[in-house]
């Protein structure tokens, strides 16, 4: 028995580490495939045995087997020490000053852009992330990321990044393309075509999708995939959530049509972070300072092993009970956290037990969305992750 969960843990390894395309599998489809090998392996044990019992007894291994793994506590992941992460940024308008909560100048985004080669570091190709999420990250990268696809991009940053040959990942939402102010699909199809570009599927509509039925959020994700299609010949491998917010079984659809999938809390990526819920810090007039530009890149990922609740929306959970479970590894005594429920923006009171951190919150959250970033500072710099939760039904304040 021993010998079997051995094989089974290192056919999940592999099949997780593997370079053949296993990205969408859940821990389900992995633990098939573990049943298919098993099953070929207990009939060569079973081989000259072909009595009924014999049957039953094989399917009472392989079965078991599964069971003991499938609700097993023991996690898959572990702490990687050397990890450097990946830093992802994400800006929308360029040049669009009446609009400043989604807009940088021209001249400060150069400016990071300067900051970040400046300082040594080199920008990820999105098509290369596939690769290297799952390994650990001994050199720091930059992920750039636009959302929504406005014709001021394409004016002004297009230029730009196109000279430069910066690779970047733009998401596009189908229903606008066109629009006024937006750019239309003969200039999405004419970026796509350069091997540093990568485009995104941002939904169909952009709307607040969480408020959707279920049955009405799948329309609208598939009406997205179908114009993909229609235009570019493919869906994209990447998604972003509008204004970040998912719920877990809105997730569940993501993950089952898409690779990977990118929220607007602020963190670094590390092979910890869940591939549905990829954080980006969000860069415009307000928060593009270049002070606070220097300090985002270079943050160091705040690794972590698991946070609850799982499920971002809230409800009736408000505010939620909200605790971080780190790795035994890790030193998180002079942890801060912050968060946004109630009058604003303060300290969050938190305790710690052994590896776990339980963030206990001021008062409900009263915005649409609840933001909690906790960082640390070690030797190697300052750490940083964000979460974001959603309040359904709470239109934009």
């Not at 993501?254 to 963190?267: K, L």
Request: aromatic share 18%.
């Amino acid at each position: 028995m021993k010998i079997l969960l051995i094989l089974d843990k290192s056919i999940l390894f592999w099949l997780r580490n593997s370079k053949i395309k296993f990205t969408r599998l859940s821990k389900f489809s992995l633990q098939l495939s573990c049943l298919i090998l098993y099953s070929l392996s207990l009939d060569m044990i079973f081989k000259n045995i072909f009595s009924p019992a014999a049957s039953i007894i094989k399917l009472f291994i392989v079965f078991f087997i599964q069971f003991e793994i499938a609700y097993s506590d023991e996690p898959y992941n572990k702490f990687f020490s050397n990890e450097k992460g990946i830093v992802s940024i994400m800006y929308h308008r360029f040049n669009e000053s009446k609009y400043p909560s989604t807009n940088i100048q021209m001249n400060i985004f150069k400016q990071h852009i300067s900051n970040i080669r400046g300082a040594g570091y080199k920008f990820l190709n999105p098509d290369l992330l596939k690769d290297v999420f799952f390994k650990e990250k001994l050199e720091k990268k930059f992920l750039l990321t636009i959302d929504d696809g406005y014709e001021s991009f394409y004016e002004h940053a297009w230029p730009f990044l196109k000279d430069n040959q910066i690779p970047f990942l733009i998401f596009i939402s189908t229903e606008a393309v066109g629009k006024n102010g937006y750019m239309n699909w003969k200039q999405i199809k004419e970026i796509e075509k350069y091997n540093f570009v990568s485009i995104g599927n941002h939904s169909h509509s952009h709307d607040y999708l969480v408020n959707f039925s279920f049955d009405d959020f799948k329309k609208d994700i598939r009406k997205s995939i179908k114009i993909f299609e229609n235009n570019l010949g493919y869906n994209p491998i990447f998604f972003s959530y509008p204004f970040g917010e998912w719920n877990s079984i809105q997730k569940q659809f993501i993950s089952d049509n898409f690779d990977f999938a990118f929220g607007q809390h602020s963190g670094v990526i590390d092979l910890n972070k869940d591939q549905y819920e990829l954080p980006r810090f969000p860069i415009n007039e307000k928060y593009g300072d270049l002070e606070r530009f220097k300090f985002i890149i270079n943050l160091l990922p705040f690794q972590y092993k698991k946070v609850f609740p799982e499920e971002k929306m809230i409800d009736n959970n408000n505010p939620p009970q909200m605790k971080v479970e780190f790795f035994k590894e890790q030193k998180i005594e002079n942890i801060n956290c912050f968060s946004n429920e109630g009058a604003g923006w303060d300290n969050s009171k938190i305790v710690i037990k052994e590896n776990i951190l339980k963030i206990i919150f001021r008062d409900k959250f009263t915005s649409r969305r609840g933001r909690v970033n906790c960082s640390i500072k070690d030797i190697e710099g300052w750490r940083w992750f964000g979460i974001q939760f959603v309040l359904k039904d709470i239109k934009e304040n």
